[in-house]
């Protein structure tokens, strides 16, 4: 995969997301092709209820505000997840595809202008963790496969 595929913005909607383990599955419209999600790779600044950007030790939040529509036993509203990772199923997102590894996304927004303006640098350290991931996770799956 060339380089220039970092640079095009792909929409694609989400399929899957492990709140537990911060990861989902992407599926590409027109290409019926599906990539990987991980919270690290997503660009989404978190914002305030007033949509000011939150900020911490000088550095802008990626994440979003809590879901709606968990409640307590009393029914008053819980805020789960607030300014984390998250995704609904059927959300559309907009992404870059990772040039080394073509199945996983990177710049991960709700906005498309998010995704083309943020710039992810991906060192190896990273590419190795991610690989661990992805190792990790086949492996989970073989052996659910053999033991179903």
Avoid at 12 to 40: C, D, F, M, P, Q
Avoid at 53 to 63: D, E, F, R, S, T
Avoid at 90 to 99: A, I, M, Q
């Amino acid at each position: 995969m060339s380089n220039n595929k970092l640079n095009k913005v792909y929409k694609g909607t989400i399929i899957n997301w492990n709140w537990t383990r911060r990861y989902g599955i992407i599926r590409l419209e027109e290409e019926k092709y599906e990539v990987l999600a991980h919270e690290s790779n997503v660009c989404m600044k978190a914002k305030d209820q007033e949509g000011n950007l939150i900020m911490y030790n000088g550095k802008h939040v990626i994440g979003r505000d809590a879901p709606r529509g968990f409640l307590d036993s009393e029914d008053k509203e819980l805020e789960i997840c607030k300014y984390t990772v998250w995704f609904d199923i059927g959300e559309t997102v907009y992404f870059n595809l990772n040039p080394n590894y073509g199945n996983i996304a990177l710049n991960i927004s709700t906005d498309e202008n998010e995704t083309n303006s943020a710039y992810l640098v991906i060192t190896d350290e990273k590419r190795k963790e991610i690989q661990k991931q992805i190792d990790a996770i086949t492996e989970k799956y073989k052996k659910t496969r053999k033991n179903g």
